[in-house]
């Protein structure tokens, strides 16, 4: 009997020890919790001294200053602050890659990188799946953003907004001005300047009944356009779209006024018009275009963030007071400073929800960051923009069709955002 009791005990105990030997061993192979950092670090690439350099400034003073005021008036990301690392690329391909390959192996890892212009975006689009960094460009191209991976538009992208102004002109425009839309297009050499025509917007204006009749391209520093104008009219052309920003805009503009085109009534049936996009249809662009912008005057285009002529808008206020308690220069109220604010919250936002979801582990790997950010809907920062986002469609897709006015301010032809339309690329 003795026997048969040590038996049984010895049984036991052996089941006992074999249930919990896995227990002990899952304790011991468990990582450890991903610590809560000191500061998250966001990393800027893009040209700060060469020909977007107009546009980037703004930008870059915009980041400064979002950041300080996220940090402080919202507490920063659960807590913990935000700061930003700029890296100057001189629009030199060659930085852009050395750029990218320090930042990869910096400690701490990136929790963003934001790129400046599409000749950043483009390049590292695939390094940016292999890395799992996720890529905040402005830059939105067709070649930037697809296929699908770790990149995400500040902006509806350039095929979308020419997609926006194509339902315009098709639409409004064309039933007030009683005259069918025939498009020529007039921009930079370049990627960007070729960027809003692709395979899927050439079909949709061809579904829209928009004839495109010329293409003409000249290089960025190029200020005499009028033998481009002129074998425009000829082509019976009654729109010129334009990729091309600030001085390369404001040539086109001067050289249309110059012939007795751009008329200040953006309806007019009997000229030739000018129209563009967000990051041209901005107070920079008026800078360089006479007296009040004046050589610009009646310029339409899709632009998806509000402009400091919009004196109502509540973000625009602290926008403006932000400025003025810093002593920043009156030429920064462009639409880059703007952007530079609802970038900088949106940005903040997504890592919120992204360390509330995963912890901070969410920071040692790019793909819940990018899940919360493709996850963005209706959201208003500051009311400055709208952004919604898809994982199918990873750049915002509310725009507003603006115009010059005499006098030299931006403001809406529609009444509210619009939905660009689809025309991403056919995968």
């Known amino acids: ?44 690439i893009g040209d700060l001294s060469g020909v977007y350099s107009k546009i980037t400034d703004p930008l870059v003073q915009a980041n400064k200053h979002a950041i300080e005021w996220y940090n402080r008036e919202k507490g920063g990301v659960q807590g913990v602050p935000m700061e930003i690392v700029y890296w100057n690329t001189e629009s030199k391909a060659d930085l852009t890659l050395a750029h990218y390959a320090a930042i990869v192996e910096s400690t701490p890892r990136p929790a963003m990188i934001i790129t400046l212009d599409t000749q950043d975006a483009e390049p590292l689009h695939d390094r940016f799946i292999e890395d799992k960094v996720v890529n905040y460009t402005v830059g939105a191209s067709r070649e930037a953003i697809y296929p699908v991976g770790y990149t995400v538009g500040v902006f509806c992208g350039y095929p979308a907004e020419f997609g926006a102004f194509i339902d315009w002109v098709a639409g409004e425009w064309a039933n007030k001005s009683g005259v069918k839309p025939v498009v020529a297009m007039l921009s930079w050499e370049g990627v960007f300047g070729k960027a809003a025509l692709t395979p899927e917007t050439r079909k949709y204006a061809e579904q829209k009944g928009v004839e495109i009749v010329a293409e003409e391209y000249f290089p960025p520093m190029y200020q005499n356009l009028d033998a481009h104008i002129t074998r425009i009219k000829d082509t019976g052309a009654n729109w010129i ?24 009534d953006p309806y007019d049936p009997n000229s030739i018009h000018l129209a563009t996009m967000t990051i041209a249809l901005d107070e920079s662009s008026l800078a360089y275009a006479g007296e009040a912008g004046e050589n610009l005057t009646g310029l339409v285009g899709s632009r998806s963030i509000a402009t400091f002529a919009e004196k109502d808008n509540a973000g625009i206020q602290l926008l403006s007071s932000v400025m003025e308690a810093k002593g920043t220069d009156p030429d920064a109220k462009v639409g880059a400073y703007v952007s530079g604010w609802a970038m900088i919250l949106t940005i903040g936002e997504a890592l919120n929800r992204a360390v509330e979801a995963d912890g901070w582990a969410t920071l040692e790997d790019g793909s819940g960051l990018l899940r919360e950010m493709l996850r963005t809907k209706d959201y208003k920062p500051l009311d400055l923009t709208e952004y919604s986002m898809t994982p199918e469609r990873p750049v915002p897709n509310k725009t507003r069709i603006m115009y010059v006015k005499e006098g030299g301010e931006i403001l809406p032809l529609t009444p509210g955002y619009i939905t660009c339309p689809d025309v991403n690329p056919m995968q």
Request: aromatic share 2%; proline share 6%.
């Open 241 to 264: 779209y334009s990729q091309s920003i600030i001085f390369g805009l404001a040539a086109i503009g001067k050289g249309m006024k110059a012939q007795g085109l751009l008329p200040n």
């Open 1 to 44: 009997m003795k026997k048969t009791i040590v038996l049984a005990t010895m049984i036991v105990s052996l089941l006992v020890a074999a249930a919990i030997l896995p227990l002990m061993g899952c304790t011991k192979t468990e990582a450890p919790a991903a610590v809560k950092p000191d500061k998250i670090v966001l990393h800027c």
